[in-house]
């Protein structure tokens, strides 16, 4: 069983920066693709982004491209989402999981959720 634990959330200005970490145990992490997600209040769990076994592939969704970055150690068996130049709406619960592509019912496991919340 392999579980997801995040950490790195709070609260943040407008234009400033955190970053979220995700630390997984009991599976083979090395070979998994991980992906970051997030859900507003009242709004779907949407894609964030993804970050391929080797590291080579990254993908974003388009409201986060350039300024969102997904990198991970394999040896910490950590991802990592680097958000930097925050926007309020970017302001909900965020989510690693493993082992899908882009879509929530792609992912078999999931963090708990970590809150980000982005100040005006």
């Known amino acids: 069983q392999v579980q997801l634990v995040e950490s790195g959330g709070g609260l943040v200005q407008a234009g400033g920066s955190l970053r979220l970490s995700c630390v997984a145990s009991?599976?083979?992490?090395?070979?998994?693709?991980m992906g970051w997600f997030r859900q507003a209040p009242g709004k779907e769990r949407e894609f964030v982004g993804r970050?391929?076994?080797?590291?080579?592939?990254?993908y974003y969704t388009d409201s986060v491209k350039g300024r969102f970055t997904i990198s991970r150690d394999n040896a910490k068996n950590t991802v990592y989402l680097q958000m930097n130049n925050l926007k309020p709406e970017d302001t909900a619960v965020y989510y690693c999981?493993?082992?899908?592509?882009?879509?929530?019912?792609?992912?078999?496991?999931w963090g708990q959720g970590t809150q980000v919340t982005v100040s005006s």
């Open positions: 999981a493993a082992t899908g592509r882009f879509s929530v019912d792609e992912y078999r496991y």
């Open positions: 970050i391929d076994w080797s590291a080579d592939s990254t």
């Open positions: 009991g599976g083979i992490f090395s070979t998994y693709r």
